[in-house]
């Protein structure tokens, strides 16, 4: 089955750091970008962070940047996506998605674009509060 | 980073059609045919119904359809059914630093 399933959320202090993992299954990971999305309480999508398809090349949210770090492995036996997250706030709080981006075409082991988010996880939810 | 403009919410009876806009500028919308839409159901994870402006996604009905004029996308809901009821959000490519950009999201009442 073609899926993603994310770990790794909970209740943090303030300053406090967390590791979030997604882990994909039912296709070929190391072919797609992948992005974290994340959504407040009662709020909207807000898009975090993105990784392509071999991880040389990562980009951030201004909210985030500095503090987060997207990374990957594409092994095998992983094929998982991670968001590790620093200097926790309390505006941190969020169910956080991870969300594969549909890929337009791949060559040369190098992958591009389709710029949408074609397969989404079901949520962590990370509460940053005292 | 300034997110795209989209109503907060729209109604519409059932077999009716309904439109949800999603503005935005020169740096996305305008000039990219990179527009998306998903749909999301309370407690659960967002679904993709459009992407590049009006493709829609094996499995989406055809009774879902995008467009794009000037920097203004759209989604055309045809056929209201009472399972459409559920938040949409628009996303686009952004040549801003960061790529990529979501609407606030529209809240789609079926009467």
């Known amino acids: 089955e073609v899926q993603l399933v994310e770990s790794g959320g909970g209740l943090v202090q303030p300053g406090g750091s967390l590791r979030l993992s997604c882990a994909a299954s039912?296709?070929?990971?190391?072919?797609?970008?992948m992005h974290w999305v994340r959504q407040a309480p009662g709020k909207g999508l807000v898009w975090v962070s993105r990784?392509?398809?071999?991880?040389?090349?990562?980009?951030?949210a201004d909210s985030v940047k500095g503090r987060f770090t997207i990374s990957r492995d594409n092994a095998k036996n992983k094929n998982t996506l991670y968001l590790h997250m620093n200097s926790l706030r309390a505006e941190d709080t969020a169910v956080y998605y991870c969300?594969?981006?549909?890929?337009?075409?791949?060559?040369?082991?190098?992958?591009?674009?389709?710029?949408?988010?074609?397969?989404w996880g079901q949520g962590t939810m990370v509460t940053v509060s005292s | 980073q300034s997110a795209l403009t989209q109503p907060a919410s729209v109604s519409g009876s059932p077999g009716q059609s309904i439109t949800i806009s999603c503005t935005g500028t020169?740096?996305?919308?305008?000039?990219?045919?990179?527009v998306s839409w998903y749909q999301q159901h309370p407690g659960k994870a967002p679904k993709l119904v459009i992407y590049?402006?009006?493709n829609r996604p094996s499995g989406v009905s055809n009774r879902f359809s995008g467009s794009k004029s000037g920097n203004t996308a759209s989604l055309t809901i045809s056929g209201l059914q009472a399972e459409d009821e559920a938040d949409y959000y628009c996303?686009?490519?952004?040549?801003?630093?960061?790529?990529?950009?979501f609407g606030g999201g529209t809240k789609l009442t079926v009467l």
């Open positions: 990784i392509n398809n071999d991880g040389s090349s990562t980009t951030y």
């Open positions: 996303s686009s490519y952004t040549r801003s630093s960061t790529s990529r950009v």
């Open positions: 590049e402006v009006s």
């Open positions: 969300a594969r981006d549909r890929t337009k075409f791949c060559s040369g082991g190098n992958c591009y674009s389709g710029y949408a988010f074609d397969l």
């Open positions: 039912g296709f070929t990971f190391s072919s797609y970008w």
């Open positions: 020169s740096s996305d919308v305008s000039d990219y045919n990179y």
